[in-house]
């Protein structure tokens, strides 16, 4: 299914699933009145503008034009270019916390396993 063709909850609930939040937490960060993300799911209803406000607010990577429409990105391109720019980071950052733990592996065996010499 085309998202033109899905409703505004509908394609906030792909937005949910692609951040991994459940009606909760996207209620909680958004400052959402407890069980209206669940209500308007179950109704498949609209939501009101004060709604959709808050959690443009609360998810600036969220492409408005997407959300309400369908039409684009459900990113906006400076939020993908970071999201690709930060994996990219934290690639980096494995990479060398895993020589830093090796290096300190052998120090450690170096230091406890290898026969001192007098």
């Given at each position: 299914?085309?998202?033109i063709?899905?409703?505004?909850i509908?394609?906030?609930?792909?937005?949910?699933?692609y951040?991994?939040l459940?009606?909760?937490?996207?209620t909680?960060?958004a400052?959402?009145?407890?069980?209206?993300?669940?209500?308007a799911?179950k109704?498949?209803?609209?939501?009101?503008s004060?709604?959709?406000?808050?959690?443009?607010t609360s998810?600036?990577?969220?492409?408005p034009?997407?959300?309400l429409?369908?039409k684009?990105?459900?990113?906006?391109?400076?939020?993908?270019?970071n999201?690709?720019n930060?994996?990219?980071?934290?690639?980096?950052?494995?990479i060398?916390?895993?020589?830093?733990?090796?290096?300190?592996i052998?120090a450690?065996?170096k230091?406890?396993?290898?026969k001192?010499?007098?």
């Open positions: 299914m085309k998202n063709n899905k409703t505004t509908e394609r906030l609930v792909e937005f949910m699933e951040k991994n459940n009606d909760n937490k996207i909680s960060i400052g959402l009145s407890v069980g209206l993300i669940g209500r799911r109704n498949n209803s609209g939501l009101h004060d709604t959709i406000e808050k959690i443009l998810f600036p990577e969220l492409n034009t997407w959300l429409t369908g684009g990105n459900m990113l906006n391109k400076e939020s993908e270019k999201v690709i930060n994996n990219q980071e934290n690639e980096e950052n494995l060398d916390d895993i020589f830093d733990t090796q290096r300190d052998l450690f065996l230091k406890n396993y290898t001192k010499i007098f």
